[in-house]
Antibody, heavy 118, light 108 residues
Framework: EVQLVESGGGLVKPGGSLRLSCSAS????????MTWVRQAPGKGLEWVSF????????SYADSLKGRFTISRDDARKSLYLQMDSLRAEDTAIYYC???????????WGQGTLVTVSS | SYELTQPPSVSVSPGQTARITCSGN??????AYWYQQKPGQAPVMVMY???QRPSGIPERFSGSSSGTIVTLIVSGVQAEDEADYYC???????????FGGGTKLTVL
């Protein structure tokens, strides 16, 4: 079964850091690009970051202003999102999604909740 | 930054046809994708590359594209289709993704 499972969310104080993980199974992880998408409470989906297969290409939403870093470990079939200098407005459910130029975000994880609050 | 524009809401009676539009300047050159999201659930793709339906998605879902506007069409709407729908594409460079603001489809 093709599956993505996020972890690492939780409560963090403003200015703090958090590292999210996304574990993949059921497909050849190294062959796919991966994307992070977030959704603030009661709001719409927001594209966060993309990393290509082999990590050759990386991109971020302009709004993140260099605070987030995406990475991957193909041997561990895992995707990561390092989030620094967190703000209240980063509070959201963070989803990872498999990214393919042929069929977009066909596979999603269940999401992990990040709450930034003092 | 690049934006995709969707109507906030669309309402139809059961059995009617719902049309949800998404507009963006780069859509003539970038594919659009559509996702359905029900409360408390992760999004599910219902259309890719403008008008391709993933396996398992009912045939009543279709897509069209014309210039800077793409449209998700739900024919013979059923109560189970009530959800939020998001279009998604990329900017003109193809390197930055973007979602529309979402459309709440209400089945009256």
């Amino acid at each position: 079964e093709v599956q993505l499972v996020e972890s690492g969310g939780g409560l963090v104080k403003p200015g703090g850091s958090l590292r999210l993980s996304c574990s993949a199974s059921g497909f050849t992880f190294s062959a796919y690009g991966m994307t992070w998408v977030r959704q603030a409470p009661g709001k719409g989906l927001e594209w966060v970051s993309f990393i290509s297969s082999s990590s050759r290409s990386i991109s971020y939403a302009d709004s993140l202003k260099g605070r987030f870093t995406i990475s991957r470990d193909d041997a561990r079939k895992s995707l990561y999102l390092q989030m620094d200098s967190l703000r209240a407005e980063d509070t959201a459910i963070y989803y990872c999604a498999r990214d393919s130029p042929t069929d977009g975000y066909k596979v999603w994880g269940q999401g992990t909740l990040v709450t930034v609050s003092s | 930054s690049y934006e995709l524009t969707q109507p906030p809401s669309v309402s139809v009676s059961p059995g009617q046809t719902a049309r949800i539009t998404c507009s963006g300047n780069a859509l003539p050159n970038q594919y659009a994708y559509w996702y359905q999201q029900k409360p408390g659930q992760a999004p599910v793709m219902v259309m890719y590359k403008d008008n391709q339906r993933p396996s398992g998605i009912p045939e009543r879902f279709s897509g069209s594209s014309s210039g800077t506007i793409v449209t998700l069409i739900v024919s013979g709407v059923q109560a189970e289709d009530e959800a939020d729908y998001y279009c998604q594409s990329a900017d003109s460079s193809g390197s930055i993704g973007v979602f529309g603001g979402g459309t709440k489809l209400t089945v009256l």
